[in-house]
């Protein structure tokens, strides 16, 4: 973690809502005082001369922006195995991951060094580390909060996330950064809702769907149950529980593989040595590019740049990139489908399993198998959130809360009564 000396030494109005507030950042969004080097070796010692659109707005908001945590490097992977700077362990368990690839933001909550920390999100890098560290962790509607200041890696599916010891800290911190700004083209301009006063609303007339395509008959009856628990105190509280269906659901993983890649092999393009990234010398310019990238960016980032550009080569473009694209309208259509029938949220579980221990898994296609239940919501845009909903052999496994786009004031709702009707069964 790097930490900003000076970074409380402005004075904040106490009735700022994070007045003295200390708050954590992933190294991939700006911040002027600290570095943004994004986990990786080719912007190492790299400051930003600006700060991010939510970097300023947590430092109007009274909050004492004082450290950056470690990423999966530029933000692939989800276990935080795949920085330059080493792995970041688990709180909860220091001989397993906390997920990725924001898992030092979910650290830094996890052992009570911060209340909030903001983390990015392109295919669950909030939710996924929230689940596996018993937090509250947040991806809000695409364009609900700008992207200006994030360093990209895959600009249709990247959003800024929030996590929060409770679900209650998560709504304060995704307040304070919600809204319009003209500098990022796809931010929308809406009116952001007031999500604390969510805090103990009635239940009463909620529809929460259960995807059946979420439970498939190989996950854990442990995570079906403790998901069941979760419906069933909701029903409680007085909401309706039906079954639904996502059809296109199991296309997400091979769909988010191809547009992820593709994307980022475009936004990455630009660390050449030249325009950003520590320059190596080579052989001519050529070898000068060469040796730049291939020595400054890690084997995973390596691997998605090379799938990427092979997605989008002449010739493949249509047969991968093109059909992605439109299998993710079908992915986008079942959850405009599903809110149309009347349903305010989907339940489903965060992750298939717990947090797995440091090194277990090796095979890449495995890893990104723990996206399984998370990717849809970037690919649509929806927002979503994971809550702690009870321990496997003692670690923590979220739920997770889907709603319809700009709809987070709902999914707060059931979040709020969720923690609530849990109570100390989420984390035991
Ligand atoms: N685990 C996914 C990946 O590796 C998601 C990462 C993210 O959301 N930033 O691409």
């Known amino acids: 973690m790097h930490q900003d000396a000076d970074a409380a030494s402005a004075p904040t109005d106490a009735r700022a809502p994070l007045a003295g507030v200390p708050v954590a950042l992933k190294l991939n969004i700006a911040t002027t005082a600290m570095p943004t080097d994004c986990g990786s070796r080719i912007l190492e010692g790299y400051v930003s001369p600006y700060e991010a659109t939510v970097t300023r707005k947590l430092r109007a908001a009274g909050a004492v922006v004082f450290a950056k945590t470690n990423m999966d490097e ?28 924001s898992g030092g933001s979910a650290a830094a909550v996890a052992a009570g060094i911060v209340r909030i920390a903001l983390g990015s999100e392109t295919g669950g890098s909030v939710r996924q580390p929230a689940s596996f560290c018993g937090l509250t962790g947040v991806k809000p509607t695409y364009g609900r909060v700008p992207r200006y200041g994030l360093v990209a890696f895959a600009s249709s599916l990247d959003h800024v996330a929030v996590f929060g010891k409770e679900v209650d800290d998560a709504a304060l911190g995704l307040q304070v950064i919600a809204g319009h700004d003209p500098r990022d083209a796809t ?52 909401a309706e529980v039906r079954d639904v269906s996502l059809p296109n659901t199991d296309l997400a993983i091979p769909v988010y593989y191809i547009i992820a890649p593709a994307e ?108 399984i239940f998370t990717a849809t919501a970037n690919l649509a845009g929806v927002p979503a ?43 035991s």
């Not at 996950?219 to 419906?231: H, K, Q, T």
């Not at 809110?339 to 949220?345: K, R, T």
């Not at 994971?386 to 889907?402: C, F, K, N, R, Y």
Request: some cysteine; proline content about 7%; overall charge neutral.
């Open 74 to 101: 530029f933000a692939m992977g989800s276990s935080n195995e795949h920085s330059a700077w080493g792995p970041v362990r688990n709180p909860v368990d220091p001989e397993r991951v906390p997920g990725g690839s």
């Open 187 to 238: 931010s929308v301009d809406r009116p952001v809702p007031d999500y604390r006063a969510e805090a103990g609303k009635p239940l009463k007339g909620l529809v929460v769907g259960r995807p059946r395509e979420y439970f498939p008959s190989s996950l854990d009856p442990r995570v079906v149950e403790l998901c069941d628990r979760a419906l069933d105190r909701l029903k409680a509280q007085g």
């Open 264 to 371: 980022a092999s475009s936004n990455l393009a630009r660390f050449d040595g030249v325009r950003y990234g520590a320059r190596r010398t080579g052989d001519g310019l050529a070898g000068m590019y060469e040796a730049t990238r291939s020595r400054g960016f890690g084997p995973e980032v390596t691997r998605r740049i090379l799938l990427g550009t092979y997605v989008l080569s002449a010739g493949y473009y249509d047969a991968y990139y093109r059909r992605a694209q439109e299998v993710r309208e079908l992915i986008t259509r079942d959850f405009a489908n599903v809110f149309a029938s009347g349903v305010h949220v989907l339940l489903t579980p965060t992750t298939p399993t717990p947090a797995f221990r440091i090194g277990a898994v090796s095979d890449p296609y495995a890893m990104y198998l723990n996206d």
């Open 385 to 427: 959130m994971s809550v702690p909903m009870g321990l496997i052999e003692g670690l923590p496994i979220g739920a997770q809360l889907i709603a319809n786009h700009f709809d987070e004031s709902t999914m707060f709702r059931a979040a709020y009564a969720l923690e609530r009707a849990l109570g100390a069964e989420a984390h």
